[in-house]
């Protein structure tokens, strides 16, 4: 108990110490095959680390990392860190972090990360730590020990044998631990021996306060990582109900946290307490708490959430981007192949572009007109006839090169491969706003939707959260899953006030729920500002009235300076901020009825029946 379980080359389950059936702390390594049901036990070379219980193990780079633990009878909080080569089996030395047990660890962008868990004051933390291993040739080079090593771990192991009191038993499985690996009493000097700090550089960071912050102290934490973040999911308890759950995030670029979903949002409203615990009692009439109500999986998709999986994380990575595009394209934000199609993305023929094919969308309503030119001043026949096929409130066009629109856009491809009428005029007309058709056509030239800072005008460049959300809307169309993935993600991270309006209306497009709530929600927090920008002055008088119905029929729009009064400014106490009781249509109604004073019950019945409308305050 208390051991590690990493995967290890996708078919095997890699175990590391722990305590054995005798209380004995284990410092010894285990294999199950998941291919042919079997248990090996490498030979392990180098000083190995003191046994230990409660730790966190990760595998990066063929290494397995173990941090912390406890060990001995007097729960020792261990504070090491070392790894095991997998490669040569051979353990390196063990180096100094951070003392923690029942915590988390994993790897991303060259650090390994510590969350959670309990310190040596036995209490819940909400610090993340983290190691910077990068050009360190400790962590870099394959783990080797010379003379000294060797002679040290070989007193460390007959230091152990010598001290244990109770020789391990074989079980009904066969399995019987290595002596050599049992640490029951550590030597003195073990534990009063202060190895050097780990090499690198070693940060941590605090949580104070957070309208997102995750109380550890509250509840059952379960820690993962996934998509560059670290995902904090706490379940249902004694104390707690399914509704009063959640699922954050904590991106590891920014360091800031977010919730990604309510319990509303994750659990069936027919289970309770645990996870697969019902609230109607057994048929049999049997114990409701016994293990069969306990075997339910609850499935969570992560892309619904905006999460990209670690591997597409990686790939649009800030520091991936910062690599030289190619040997033509040095300085690019963008990478690879990319950085040299997007310099002939959208460039007339005449500029020696190829480009042979040419694609309109709708016209902006300020787009100058004398930058629409279809044809020359003298045009011939066959021009004639396109733009003749041509809507009349179509953009100025985009000149793009058919073979590339084939490779990386499966409609087009059906498209031309039927000998369309598109596929003779060598033109296309989308019915989208031509600012989010030019970031999707761009986006299949570049392979990216991000924004990037300019370094000429000081501002940024690359597709506004407008246009994102216009090209949500057409992956949906067009269905291209990795596009939409990409879509959510950024809409979600980067989702701000002039733009929350317009997000909203576009995942309701596109039927991203998740992101749609997420909106509303964030335009309920900051409904004064919202309705001032030209986003929600654009929406449509249907969506403007569904925006405004987001809001359960008991809530009320409250003034900042209310708000403030009674501390809810900026959505940290009421859930949704400046709007009282905003959960949604779907939501319960428990409307905040009395803030600060300023409404009763009876009060607010009165108005409701007088007034269907806003209390602007």
């Known amino acids: 108990m208390g051991h590690t379980a990493n995967l290890w080359e996708g078919d095997k389950l890699l175990v590391y110490g722990g305590e054995n059936e005798h209380r004995a702390y ?7 095959d998941l291919k042919t049901a079997h248990w090996t036990q490498p030979e392990l070379n180098g000083p190995a680390p003191r046994g230990r219980a409660r730790h966190s193990a990760v595998i990066h780079d063929n290494k397995l990392f173990v941090l912390g633990g406890m060990t001995g009878h007097d729960s020792y909080v261990l504070d090491d860190v070392c790894y095991l080569d997998l490669k040569t089996w051979t353990w390196s030395r063990t180096w100094r972090f951070v003392p923690r047990y029942d915590h988390s660890s994993w790897v991303w962008g060259g650090k390994i990360w510590v969350f959670g868990g309990l310190g040596e004051d036995m209490e819940r933390t909400s610090e993340v730590w983290w190691l910077d291993f990068r050009n360190s040739p400790a962590f870099e080079a394959g783990s080797t020990y010379g003379p000294e090593d060797r002679a040290y771990s070989s007193s460390r192991y007959q230091n152990y044998s010598s001290s244990q009191t109770v020789q391990p038993t074989t079980g009904s499985t066969g399995y019987a631990a290595n002596s050599s690996s049992v640490q029951v009493n550590p030597p003195s000097h073990m534990i009063n021996r202060n190895p050097p700090i780990a090499p690198g550089s070693i940060s941590s960071l605090k949580f104070i306060s957070s309208p997102d912050l995750p109380t550890q102290a509250l509840g059952t934490h379960f820690h993962v990582f996934s998509s560059g973040c670290l995902l904090d999911f706490v379940t249902p308890a004694s104390v707690i109900s399914s509704f009063e759950t959640s699922l954050s995030a904590l991106d590891l670029d920014t360091l800031r946290w977010s919730k990604l979903a309510d319990g509303k949002d ?12 019902p609230t109607e009692p057994p048929a049999n009439g049997g114990n409701p708490n016994s293990e069969e109500y306990l075997s339910d999986v609850l499935p969570i998709d992560l892309r619904k959430l905006g999460l990209l999986g670690n591997s597409l994380t990686l790939e649009s990575h800030s520091e991936q981007a910062k690599m030289p595009a190619s040997d033509t394209h040095a300085t690019s934000h963008l990478t690879a192949i990319g950085a040299d199609l997007a310099r002939t993305f959208d460039q007339p023929p005449a500029s020696g572009s190829s480009a042979d094919f040419i694609i309109t ?60 009428s598109e596929f003779h005029t060598k033109r296309m007309h989308i019915p989208e706003p031509y600012a989010a058709v030019r970031a999707f056509l761009y986006y299949l030239y570049t392979d990216s939707i991000a924004s990037n800072p300019n370094s000429t005008t000081g501002g940024t460049t690359g597709p506004s959260l407008e246009d994102v959300a216009g090209m949500l ?76 119905e987001e809001i359960d029929r008991d809530g009320r729009v409250v003034g900042g300076d209310e708000l403030e009064a009674v501390g809810g400014l900026g959505g940290g106490r009421f859930g949704v901020g400046g709007v009282g009781g905003g959960q949604g249509r779907e939501g319960r ?19 409701g029946d007088e007034d269907e409308g806003m209390e602007i305050g």
């Open 26 to 32: 284990l410092s010894d390594v285990i294999i199950f």
């Open 266 to 277: 994750l659990f069936n409203p027919s289970y309770r307490l645990a996870l697969g615990c």
């Open 361 to 420: 969308g709708e016209r902006d309503d300020e787009m100058d007109l004398s930058d629409d030119e279809h044809s020359s001043t003298t045009p011939s026949a066959s021009s004639d006839l396109q733009q003749q096929q041509q809507p009349a409130n179509a953009s100025r066009p985009i000149h793009v090169h058919k073979l590339i629109l084939q490779a990386r856009w499966p409609h087009f491809s059906r498209l031309y491969s039927a000998q369309m």
């Open 473 to 548: 809307v057409m992956s949906n169309i067009y269905d291209m899953p990795r596009l939409k993935i990409l879509c959510v993600n950024r809409l979600g991270k980067e989702l701000d006030v002039e733009h929350a309006a317009c997000v909203w209306e576009r995942a309701g497009t596109a039927g991203e729920e998740w992101l749609k709530r997420r909106a509303a929600a964030f335009c309920m927090t900051h409904w004064g500002r919202v309705v001032r920008t030209q986003g929600f002055r654009n929406l449509r008088r249907r969506a403007f009235l569904e925006l405004c």
């Open 589 to 607: 109604k428990r409307g905040v009825r009395d803030l600060s004073g300023g409404v009763g019950e009876d009060e607010a019945e009165a108005e």
